[in-house]
């Protein structure tokens, strides 16, 4: 459908001006018929929006392919195939070799992301033909009627053509925080989810049409961006460009005008100075450790909707749990009903199951119970009130089987009946032992009356027990060893919330969160010094987010209700359970596809793998940046051959760099994620750089001055590889530490190669190296072994110097 401007109108809900919607008059109770659904397919009227933004393996090809250094490092190919051997060309092939890995993972991750994606979608219940169906979300058309319960999302814009309680919170569009009470005939705006009740609306808009429709697919999307680590690379890169042009420039002016040496020698000596400044390595292992991670946790039924989610969950110091779901599982079982003030427990049991029945769509607590007592269906409900997490009680009224009405109330004891109330003595030495108790109360006044709660008759305690997760006191003990603190944040009692956390290990007082201060800093004081918050209301989860986030904490928001969407949405990291509201899994970083809160440690090592593996690599790719800048400014300085051809530094950053970054990149580490990663790297990187620069040179001008005639500058090569390589070498054996057996073995198999190329004449003639004589190569190694010791002492130093 298409408007013009002239038909807009500026809806008083939306700040943007809305098309006006068009509807068509449907039966709500029997929906479009499915002739009518083919209809509007074939005009086109469908919801059209992807609700999962994947990029497409062409994408995946040209962001691999198109980049920056990938066009330098083609050019310098292109020129080495034409006037040197093969093996001067290697470091092309690498490059091919190194993009097409990056390709398959990415594509790889991304076939696991969009797997996991169908398997986490939601799919609303439509009424086609009298029937409900679930179905895709894009597979709505216009004039669907939708069902809609506590938690779901509203993926359309729509008009309400039923409403039995229904609560709708808009605050994710608008900013209002309180819930929307709907009504037939009132606007239902896409990106809004039901808080409370239960009924139906009429698609009006679909598609792009409808207003916030990018929020579903924003929702979902992979992404690379919001990121420190990969923020921090580009920082890098841009600074590696800037030092790499000007240097390059007079790199090509010296070897090419100034000496007299063979032109296509020169030309590849020139080639083989500037290839080593790019570390085009660093880019595609950063995304094959990301992508990698990504297919790791997918197989753990784990879906990382945005890709940084997997390294901020590794920088999160505070998680909040919400306890149902979390701790605890979702269902629960009654195990005692006790009357009070001599009510007549048949008559409560009647009540009891009446209110169970008026609920189309009960929560854990209220299945429990009609579980407990079904419905006799003698008494008839005249109106009901859901249960909403705010007010923390639900309602309804009766017609009982003698006639006369009735209305009854099912919430919090604390909260319905006054402080000085004899049953609540009883609720708190119930809570003290981790129930969950709620009061069923007959109400004197009409359930439409905002102060319906204020004058209830106590008839009964409906005592629950809730199941505790068995991985629940593992997950907690792995947070309090990794200095990430755990914060309970819950609706319910804080002394029953509080003796379900002692139960799996977490220590710390309850706090009544009702008596929390309402300004953010007394707030975040008092979220320093506790551990358990009970009788949170949704608005104060966001507050009790926004204050731990100001005090600077990383904080991470997990929970499964649509009470928890608010603070999921504000949290740094929001997880949401699989099985929890369609709400909470949109606004979500990552979704636990099977509920398993124990998946979480394995979420945070992979971001802390991949965090911690990367500053590792960074390290390598950065020295060899630095050293490869200061060589090729001094060689310019001295007005000398460059001492290196392409092959010589193909081999050195394959031993020293390339094959062990693969490793170190993918190995488990559990190291706490830290900040400022550009700086962390840095500090280490330029010393390396500097020293393994100086070294390496100092034995070249003294390999000049010792050989002479033919061949001479091969000599001078091959003492310079070795000075080289020597230092490298020890470069990553610091990098690899703390040392397992397997580190070991690495850096032992990179020296043992290149003795192999030392050794076999083969490999000599093939990489052009020869160690002529024994005084050079000796001062070599005697160079390379005071520029360790030299590495070591200034590595420890700015460690104690400048920590970060």
Not at 385 to 395: D, H, I, V
Not at 489 to 494: E, H, K, T
């Amino acid at each position: 459908m298409t408007h013009t401007d002239a038909d807009a109108e500026l809806d008083p809900v939306h700040p943007v001006p809305v098309p006006p919607a068009r509807a068509t008059q449907v039966t709500p109770a029997t929906g479009l018929t499915w002739a009518e659904v083919a209809e509007r397919v074939a005009r086109g009227e469908v919801n059209d929006v992807p609700v999962r933004s994947s990029r497409s393996l062409a994408d995946i090809v040209r962001a691999n392919v198109l980049t920056r250094f990938n066009a330098i490092i083609g050019v310098l190919w292109l020129i080495m195939l034409c006037v040197a051997p093969i093996q001067d060309s290697l470091f092309g092939f690498v490059i091919l070799a190194n993009t097409g890995i990056g390709i398959i993972q990415e594509w790889r991750a991304q076939q696991t992301l969009d797997a996991l994606a169908v398997i986490g979608e939601a799919r609303p219940t439509v009424r086609r033909d009298g029937t409900a169906t679930a179905i895709s979300t894009s597979d709505i058309v216009l004039d669907d009627v939708i069902e809609i319960g506590p938690g779901d999302k509203v993926v359309v814009d729509g008009t309400c053509v039923e409403a039995d309680g229904l609560e709708i919170d808009e605050s994710l569009l608008t900013g209002e925080a309180d819930p929307v009470v709907k009504r037939p005939g009132d606007p239902m705006l896409s990106g809004s989810f039901v808080v409370a009740g239960g009924g139906a609306f009429q698609a009006t808009r679909v598609g792009r049409e409808a207003y916030a429709a990018q929020l579903a697919e924003e929702a979902s999307r992979f992404t690379l961006v919001h990121s420190e680590l990969r923020t921090g690379i580009s920082t890098i890169l841009k600074y590696v460009t800037w030092m790499m042009v000007p240097t390059a420039i007079a790199l090509v002016v010296s070897q090419l005008l100034v000496k007299d040496t063979d032109v296509k020698d020169s030309l590849a000596r020139t080639v083989g100075g500037i290839v080593p400044m790019v570390p085009e390595g660093l880019v595609l292992l950063t995304s094959v450790a990301f992508a990698i991670g990504v297919i790791r946790l997918g197989r753990k039924q784990c879906l990382v909707q945005e890709l940084p989610a997997i390294e901020g969950l590794a920088r999160v110091d505070t998680v909040c749990l919400d306890k149902t779901g979390t701790l605890t599982e979702g269902g629960m079982q009654v195990t005692e009903v006790r009357m009070l003030d001599g009510s007549d427990e048949r008559h409560v049991r009647k009540a009891l199951g009446a209110l169970g029945e008026s609920d189309p769509r009960p929560n854990a607590s209220l299945q429990a119970i009609i579980d407990a007592c079904p419905d006799s269906e003698e008494w008839r409900c005249v109106e009901s009130l859901p249960f909403s997490s705010a007010r923390k009680y639900s309602g309804g009224s009766f017609i009982e089987d003698d006639g006369e009405s009735s209305t009854w109330l099912l919430g919090a004891p604390d909260v319905l009946l006054p402080a000085d109330a004899p049953a609540l003595a009883e609720t708190v030495r119930l809570n003290e032992r981790g129930m969950r108790v709620l009061l069923l109360a007959r109400a004197r006044r009409d359930l439409d009356d905002p102060e319906v709660a204020r004058s209830v008759v106590p008839a009964a305690l409906v005592v629950l027990e809730q199941r505790l997760r068995p991985d629940a006191a593992d997950t907690l003990r792995f947070f309090a060893e990794q200095d990430v603190r755990a914060k309970v944040v819950s609706g319910d009692n804080a002394v029953s919330v509080g003796a379900v956390a002692a139960k799996v290990g977490l220590r710390g007082g309850a706090v009544d969160a009702r008596r929390l201060p309402a300004d953010r800093e007394g707030m975040a004081r008092e979220l320093d010094g506790a551990t358990v918050f009970g009788r949170v209301t949704p608005q104060q989860k966001r507050e009790m987010v926004g204050a731990l986030r100001w005090r600077g904490h990383t904080v991470a928001m997990t929970g499964d209700g649509v009470n928890d969407v608010l603070a999921l949405k504000d949290a740094d990291i929001g997880v949401a359970m699989g099985s929890g509201a369609e709400a909470t899994r949109a606004v979500a970083q990552i979704v636990l596809l099977d509920n398993s809160f124990a998946v979480l440690p394995s979420v945070v090592a992979e971001g802390r793998r991949v965090i911690g593996n990367i500053t590792r690599v960074a390290t390598l790719f950065l020295v060899k940046t630095v050293y490869s800048v200061l060589l090729a400014v001094l060689v310019v300085c001295a007005q000398v051959d460059y001492p290196f051809l392409p092959r010589h530094l193909t081999l050195l950053s394959t031993l020293t760099i390339g094959v062990p970054a693969f490793f170190l990149a993918l190995a488990p580490n559990r190291e706490r994620a830290r900040p400022h990663f550009v700086r962390r790297v840095m500090r280490y990187a330029v010393p390396g750089g500097v020293v393994a620069a100086a070294a390496t040179f100092a034995v070249y001008l003294a390999a000049r001055g010792h050989y002479t005639g033919p061949g001479a500058l091969d000599a001078e090569t091959s003492a310079a590889t070795l000075t080289l390589f020597l230092v490298s070498l020890w470069v990553l054996a610091i990098i690899a530490r703390p040392y397992t057996w397997w580190r070991l073995a690495l850096v032992a198999a990179m020296a043992v190669a290149f003795l192999c190329v030392l050794a076999v004449p083969r490999l000599q003639d093939f990489f052009a190296l020869k160690l002529v004589g024994t005084a050079m190569p000796w001062l070599a190694v005697g160079v390379a072994v005071a520029a360790a010791a030299v590495l070591e002492a200034l590595w420890r130093w700015v460690g104690r110097r400048c920590p970060v």
